[in-house]
């Protein structure tokens, strides 16, 4: 079994790096890891909106850099940080993966950094 890293070059808050991978691709199964809406090594202001569309362009950015799409996304994790933000969140969410939408959890969760929203997957992509 082949893997491959998809780096942690990319700087997190702070300007830190981070210590874990972007993605990991094993036999056609691409693991991303959550991604907030991060803009240049800082959370973007704005509320739920514009985070959950940045964490989302990024978790594609990330899905697309590894020649995946929405499409092959099989799983999707999610954890907000206020309940109330939920119906909103969906709604952007569907937005992206209203076609094909994956299985999902969807949590209450405090965040590490000062976020609203984390959103991470799943992919598969048959290597055959």
């Given at each position: ?46 509320g ?66 000062d976020?609203?929203?984390?959103v ?9």
């Amino acid at each position: 079994m082949s893997i491959k890293r998809y780096g942690a070059e990319k700087a997190g808050a702070g300007g830190q790096n981070l210590p874990f991978a972007r993605a990991v691709e094993a036999d056609g199964w691409l693991h991303v890891s959550g991604q907030v809406a991060m803009e240049d090594g800082e959370v973007i202001e704005g509320g739920i909106i514009p985070q959950t569309h940045k964490a989302i362009q990024n978790l594609i950015a990330i899905l697309e850099e590894a020649n995946y799409s929405t499409a092959d996304v099989v799983r999707c994790g999610v954890w907000i940080d206020d309940p109330r933000d939920f119906w909103t969140f969906n709604k952007i969410y569907q937005s992206y993966f209203g076609e094909n939408p994956p299985a999902r959890a969807c949590v209450q969760s405090s965040m590490m950094v000062d976020c609203k929203v984390e959103v991470d997957c799943i992919a598969y992509k048959s290597k055959a």
